[in-house]
C-alpha cells in the first residue's frame, strides 16, 4: 500500500480533474443549487405578501420541468405523430423540432429578476421619461376579481414602452407574463426578458405543430392561473389608430375554457401618450406598407446620444404626459352564457370596444386635433376650442385630460416647439412640413371620442381622420 506508483502527467491531471469534477457534482454543485434556491424562496415569500396576487406555481416551475411537461402533453404527443407523417421524417425527428419551438417559448421566470431588478428599473424608467398619469381607473372593481381566476390584461400597442409602463403600474397585482414577438429573440435581451417571465412568439408562423406548442402552452398558463398581458393588434399601430384585432392567442386561451376549473377574466387596458418613442419610425413604416421595420443604427445611436446630452445639461424636460386606463372587465364564463356564434371573433371585438372607450385623451392628442382642423390658429382661440373639447367628453363621461385646457394648450404647444412640428406666425400656430403626418398620427389616437362632431380638416390631411 505504501508503494511508489508512477504515471505520466496527463494520467494525474485527468484523475485530478474526474476527481474535481465529481466532487463539484455531488456536494458543491447541490450546495449551491439550494444557497440560491433557499434565497429565491424567501424572496418569494416576502413578495406575495405585499402582492394582490401572489405569484402562481405555475409561473414558479423550472423551466426543463415545464418544457418536459408541454412535450409530453397528450395533444403535443398526437401532433408531433401528425407532423412526422406530413412531412415523412422520423418520430425523433418530429419530436426535436418540438422540443426546439418548446425551449424557445417557456420562459425562466426569476422573481429576484421581476421584483428586485424589472419593476425598478420600469419605474425609473417610465417616470425618467414621462410624467404618468393613471386614467380611468375603478379601484373597486378591479379589487372585486375573484383571487382564483386567470386574469388576462388586454392592452392597445402603442409604443415598446408599454411593456415598461404597464409593468410598472401593475407592480402591486402580480407578476405579469408577456407575449413577446420575435423583435427581442436577440442576445442579451432574450434572457432578460426570459427572466423577467415573458414568453416568445412567433406572430407570422403557420406551422400545425409550433401552433400546437404555443396553444398549449398558453392554456397551461391559463389553467396555472398565471396573469397575462396580451397585446391583440399584434404589433405596434401604425398610423395611430387601434387596428383589427388578431385571434390567435385569444383564441388559444377561448377554446381552452372550462368555467369549472378555473374562471378566465379580461382585463382592457388602454395607453396613450403626447410622445411616442418610435412614432417616426412608425409612421415610415405606415407609409412604406411594410410591417416589419429595422430603425438605423446610426440613427438610434444618434438620438440615444443627444437625449444623455440633453439629460447631462439639463434641458431634458420629459416627453410629457403617458397615461394608462382600465376599462371594464369581461368575465368569460358569463359573457359566453349570453352570446352565440364565433365567440372569439365577438369577444376580440368586444374587448377592443372597451379599450376604445377608455383611451386617455391627452394634450398633444387634443390640440394636434384642432390645429389640423382650424389651421393658423391664436392661442387664445386654441384654449376655447379645448375648452369646448374638454366639456364635450365630460357630458359623454368620456376620458379627459388632468389640466387646465390653458395649460393643456401650453405643454401641448411647447411639446410641438421643441420638435418643430409646428411654428408661429402673424396668424397664429401652424403645422410645419415635417409636423403635418406626426400631427395626424397624434390625432388619430383620440378621433374616435369624438365622431359625434362633424370632421373639417384642411388641405390633405382630411382624408386621414
Known amino acids: 500500500m505504501s508503494q511508489t506508483v508512477s504515471m505520466p502527467l496527463w494520467v494525474f491531471v485527468l484523475i485530478i480533474l474526474f476527481a474535481g469534477v465529481t466532487f463539484a457534482s455531488h456536494f458543491l454543485f447541490p450546495s449551491v443549487r439550494w444557497f440560491f434556491r433557499r434565497r429565491a424562496e424567501k424572496v418569494i415569500a416576502r413578495v406575495n405578501e405585499r402582492l394582490q396576487r401572489p405569484i402562481e406555481p405555475f409561473k414558479l416551475a423550472r423551466r426543463y420541468d415545464m418544457i418536459q411537461r408541454l412535450l409530453y402533453d397528450p395533444e403535443v404527443t398526437q401532433a408531433i405523430v401528425e407532423y412526422a407523417r406530413k412531412e415523412k421524417v422520423p418520430e425523433n425527428v418530429a419530436f426535436e423540432q418540438a422540443s426546439r419551438y418548446a425551449r424557445e417559448i417557456v420562459p425562466s421566470f426569476s422573481a429576484t429578476a421581476y421584483f428586485s431588478i424589472g419593476i425598478r428599473l420600469a419605474k425609473w424608467l417610465s417616470k425618467s421619461l414621462y410624467r404618468i398619469k393613471l386614467g380611468t381607473f375603478d379601484r373597486k372593481r378591479l379589487a372585486e376579481i375573484d383571487p382564483d381566476a386567470a386574469v388576462v390584461f388586454v392592452i392597445n400597442h402603442r409604443s415598446n414602452m408599454d411593456y415598461v409602463l404597464v409593468t410598472y403600474l401593475a407592480a402591486n397585482a402580480g407578476a405579469l407574463s408577456y407575449a413577446v414577438g420575435e423583435w427581442a429573440r436577440v442576445w442579451p435581451l432574450s434572457p432578460i426578458i426570459r427572466a423577467m417571465g415573458a414568453y416568445f412568439i412567433r406572430r407570422k408562423s ?101 437625449h444623455f446630452w440633453m439629460r447631462i445639461t439639463r434641458r431634458f424636460g420629459g416627453f410629457g404626459t403617458a397615461s394608462v386606463s382600465f376599462g371594464e372587465p369581461l368575465e368569460l364564463s ?132
Request: aromatic share 6%; glycine share 6%; proline share 6%.
Open 206 to 306: 403557420r406551422g400545425a405543430l409550433y401552433r400546437k406548442v404555443l396553444a398549449r402552452y398558453v392554456q397551461m398558463a391559463t389553467r396555472g392561473g398565471v396573469s397575462q398581458a396580451v397585446f391583440p393588434e399584434g404589433g405596434l399601430s401604425l398610423d395611430g389608430k387601434l387596428a383589427t384585432p388578431r385571434m390567435g392567442l385569444l383564441n388559444y386561451i377561448i377554446e381552452d375554457f372550462d368555467p369549472d376549473a378555473r374562471e378566465v377574466i379580461f382585463v382592457p387596458v388602454a395607453l396613450n401618450y403626447d410622445r411616442v418613442l418610435e412614432d417616426t419610425f412608425l409612421i415610415a413604416a405606415d407609409k412604406s406598407g411594410k410591417r416589419r421595420f429595422r430603425p438605423p443604427l446610426f440613427n438610434v445611436l444618434r438620438r440615444v446620444t443627444r
Open 334 to 465: 358569463k359573457f359566453i352564457a349570453s352570446e352565440e356564434g364565433d365567440l372569439t371573433r365577438t369577444i376580440a371585438a368586444e374587448l377592443m370596444a372597451r379599450i376604445a372607450d377608455v383611451i386617455p385623451v391627452l394634450g398633444v392628442p387634443l390640440v394636434a386635433r384642432i390645429i389640423l382642423q382650424e389651421g393658423p390658429i391664436s392661442r387664445p382661440l386654441l384654449k376655447e376650442q379645448v375648452t369646448e373639447l374638454v366639456r364635450f367628453l365630460t357630458d359623454r363621461e368620456l376620458p379627459t385630460p388632468h389640466h387646465s385646457p390653458a395649460l393643456i394648450v401650453e405643454d401641448a404647444v411647447n411639446c410641438m416647439f421643441v420638435r418643430k412640428l409646428v411654428r408661429e406666425t402673424d396668424e397664429g400656430i401652424v403645422v410645419t412640413d415635417m409636423g403635418r403626418d406626426i400631427l395626424v398620427y397624434y390625432a388619430r389616437s383620440i378621433a374616435h371620442h369624438f365622431e359625434a362632431i362633424p370632421v373639417k380638416l384642411n388641405d390633405e390631411s382630411s382624408s386621414d381622420q
